[in-house]
């Protein structure tokens, strides 16, 4: 499930920031008085969306590293046994 999920992001991605530039270039050309305001927002969103694909990568280290100590485990009791 991880894996697809991180897929699935991965796959959005260049679409994400294309929205993200063009919204970027609306906002300069619509709100000029208010850019800096919502340019802020556009970039949290963006950091936003790094954080949770750095999130994910963690997840997925992390379930492979219990799924090591998991064999490492059976393996002891097998040789135990």
Same mark, same amino acid.
């Not at 260049?14 to 050309?29: F, K, T, V, Y």
């Not at 340019?39 to 999130?55: A, W």
């Given at each position: 499930?991880?894996? $697809?999920? &991180?897929?699935?992001?991965?796959?959005?991605? @260049?679409?994400? &920031?294309?929205?993200?530039? %063009?919204?970027?270039?609306?906002?300069?050309?619509?709100?000029? $008085?208010?850019?800096?305001?919502?340019?802020? $927002?556009? @970039? @949290?969103? $963006?950091? %936003?969306?790094?954080?949770?694909?750095?999130?994910?990568?963690?997840?997925?280290?992390? &379930?492979?590293?219990?799924?090591?100590?998991? @064999?490492?485990?059976?393996?002891?009791?097998?040789?135990?046994?």
């Amino acid at each position: 499930k991880n894996e $697809s999920l &991180l897929k699935e992001i991965e796959n959005h991605e @260049q679409r994400l &920031l294309e929205h993200l530039n %063009n919204e970027r270039i609306r906002i300069s050309q619509d709100y000029p $008085s208010r850019q800096e305001e919502f340019q802020e $927002s556009l @970039q @949290q969103l $963006s950091n %936003n969306y790094v954080e949770l694909k750095d999130t994910i990568k963690q997840r997925r280290e992390h &379930l492979e590293l219990l799924e090591s100590l998991y @064999q490492y485990y059976y393996d002891l009791s097998e040789a135990e046994a």
